[in-house]
């Protein structure tokens, strides 16, 4: 019995609808997320000044939020490797239709960072949204690591809370969600662009061929993701369910 649940985990339902839906929500995150940066720093502000970062902030949160109401009931809405790989873990999704969703995440990714560039060649000023390490930290990868780290252990957590557990109120998810983008993109754009995700950075670094500090932008939202989502699931999920059961 153990190998057969084993067998079916590692296949999953596979749901080709759903990886679509994955692809059209991270190719909206990944178009109006950046494009945001560059009408806001670019072509308006023409610095990174506190009501840029307001909007970068805002539009990156509004966005996540929409997608999720969307395509929640879809695919979930993971948007986001880092979001994913946890979900894997604790199995809320087959290997294979999580391994689909990383695909094509990225896919999404590539093709908003693709369609941002026709829109706005203004956009090369900051890369299309490409996330490296800044100044406010000293241009520190490690520093940078944690700070990606610690942003995305808290979306991570949020999403477990509000997405998965049975208890969360209803129809709050995407608003939730929404709010802990907008949050850690206040503390985090000045910080480190507040990555929280492989496949939005993913886009940029492959139109720009910059990929010097990329590998920041997978270990450390992954390794936060990780974290925060297994940690949750585990210590207010699955406790429960199964002191219920009991």
Do not use: C
């Amino acid at each position: 019995m153990f190998f057969y649940n084993g067998f079916l985990y590692l296949i999953g339902l596979v749901n080709p609808r759903a990886w679509l839906a994955e692809a059209i929500a991270t190719f909206a995150l990944v178009l109006f997320g950046p494009m945001s940066v560059t009408v806001s720093v670019v072509m308006l502000e023409h610095e990174l000044s506190l009501l840029s970062v307001l909007a970068i902030s805002f539009a990156h949160g509004a966005v996540i939020a929409i997608m999720v109401y969307v395509f929640g009931h879809i695919s979930g809405a993971h948007i986001n490797p880092a979001v994913t790989i946890p979900m894997m873990i604790t199995r809320r999704i087959g290997l294979a239709d999580g391994s689909a969703y990383i695909a094509f995440q990225i896919i999404g990714s590539i093709l908003g960072t693709l369609v941002h560039k026709a829109i706005l060649p203004q956009g090369a000023a900051i890369g299309w949204g490409l996330h490296k390490p800044r100044e406010a930290l000293g241009y520190d990868p490690v520093a940078t690591l944690l700070v990606e780290m610690v942003l995305t252990f808290f979306l991570v957590m949020t999403v477990f809370a509000v997405a998965v557990h049975k208890k969360a109120p209803a129809g709050w998810a995407g608003f939730t969600i929404g709010g802990i983008i907008f949050l850690n993109h206040i503390v985090g754009v000045p910080l480190t662009g507040a990555g929280m995700n492989p496949a939005r950075s993913f886009g940029p670094a492959l139109v720009t061929m910059d990929f010097a500090f990329h590998w920041i932008f997978w270990v450390g939202p992954i390794i936060g993701g990780i974290i925060g989502g297994v940690m949750y699931y585990y210590a207010f999920i699955y406790s429960r369910n199964k002191s219920s059961s009991d």
